[in-house]
């Protein structure tokens, strides 16, 4: 399966958060370090759902950009 994943920049780092998995989040000092996190979180996060006798949730969120030009 393949999640959207959210990263910001924040004050302190970054911190990251998966819309299909509420709750699913993580929060590190660098991008390398906050993308390692989110992926276990990912992982733990689907283990509990079906240790619980959860559904799965399909992927459903997309993630696109759009350029638009501010006038100064």
């Known amino acids: 399966m393949k999640y ?3 990263f910001e ?4 780092g ?6 299909d998995l509420p709750g699913c989040v993580a929060a590190a000092g660098s991008y390398e370090a906050v ?3 989110i992926r276990e979180a990912v ?3 689907l283990e509990a759902l079906r240790g619980d ?11 696109g950009s759009v350029e638009v030009s ?3």
């Open 14 to 19: 970054y911190s990251a958060y998966v819309p």
């Open 70 to 72: 501010v006038p100064r």
């Open 35 to 37: 993308e390692k996190m």
């Open 53 to 63: 006798g959860d559904p799965i949730p399909e992927p459903s969120t997309s993630v």
């Open 43 to 45: 992982l733990l996060h």
């Open 9 to 12: 920049r924040t004050p302190s």
């Open 4 to 6: 959207a994943i959210v």
